[in-house]
T-cell receptor
Framework: GQSLEQPSEVTAVEGAIVQINCTYQ??????LSWYQQHDGGAPTFLSY????GLEETGRFSSFLSRSDSYGYLLLQELQMKDSASYFC???????????FGKGTKLSVIP | DAGVIQSPRHEVTEMGQEVTLRCKPI?????LFWYRQTMMRGLELLIY????????DSGMPEDRFSAKMPNASFSTLKIQPSEPRDSAVYFC????????????FGPGTRLTVT
């Protein structure tokens, strides 16, 4: 099975940088995904890391270290609209189903 | 592309009634997933299909739940009979085969069973 741990809440100031960590325990590891979900909305795909290192997509970056069973999502130049829940998730065997962490609720304050 | 389409968006029903949720995946995606989200349990995978075939239904809570995918563009999740503890948001998602890390979610169906 798979287990992913992430902080439940993070608060950061508008314009700042925030890092959301995720540690995982998996029976087989195929990569780490990140999803954003606004209140009342659906999860939205942000990034997927299959290999170690940093992947950058605009203001968002995602990092993976397979040897440490650890990854993070980095959000730069925070905006109020970034207030949402962020989930790390890991696909299982065959890269089909995802197991999600419990989510980190990010609050961006002025 | 219209994205994943789900209907209805909201459903309120009485305990014991049958509920059918519908999903149309993104055209060309051959993997389809049904999830349930609650505050207590978070996002849970109920079942997933690959090329219209159910691959793993171990997440389906009990026999009251069933899912079908008669063709590549349509899937249903049925609850019969419904119970108050089934109240949740049900999401359908789709992905390309072998790219389960990159899933695209529908807007969800908010189900309330009274």
């Amino acid at each position: 099975g798979q287990s992913l741990e992430q902080p439940s809440e993070v608060t950061a100031v508008e314009g700042a940088i925030v890092q959301i960590n995720c540690t995982y325990q998996t029976s087989g590891f195929y990569g780490l995904s990140w999803y954003q979900q606004h209140d009342g909305g659906a999860p939205t795909f942000l990034s997927y890391n299959a290999l170690d290192g940093l992947e950058e997509t605009g203001r968002f970056s995602s990092f993976l270290s397979r040897s440490d069973s650890y990854g993070y999502l980095l959000l730069q130049e925070l905006q109020m609209k970034d207030s949402a829940s962020y989930f790390c998730a890991a696909p299982g065997a065959g890269s089909y189903q995802l197991t999600f962490g419990k989510g980190t609720k990010l609050s961006v304050i002025p | 592309d219209a994205g994943v389409i789900q209907s209805p968006r909201h459903e309120v029903t009485e305990m014991g009634q049958e509920v059918t949720l519908r999903c149309k995946p993104i055209s060309g995606h051959n993997s389809l997933f049904w999830y349930r989200q609650t505050m207590m349990r978070g996002l849970e995978l109920l079942i997933y299909f690959n090329n219209n075939v159910p691959i793993d239904d171990s997440g389906m809570p009990e026999d009251r739940f069933s899912a079908k995918m008669p063709n590549a563009s349509f899937s249903t999740l049925k609850i019969q009979p419904s119970e108050p503890r089934d109240s949740a948001v049900y999401f359908c998602a789709s992905s390309l085969e072998g790219r389960g890390g990159e899933q695209y979610f529908g807007p969800g169906t908010r189900l309330t069973v009274t």
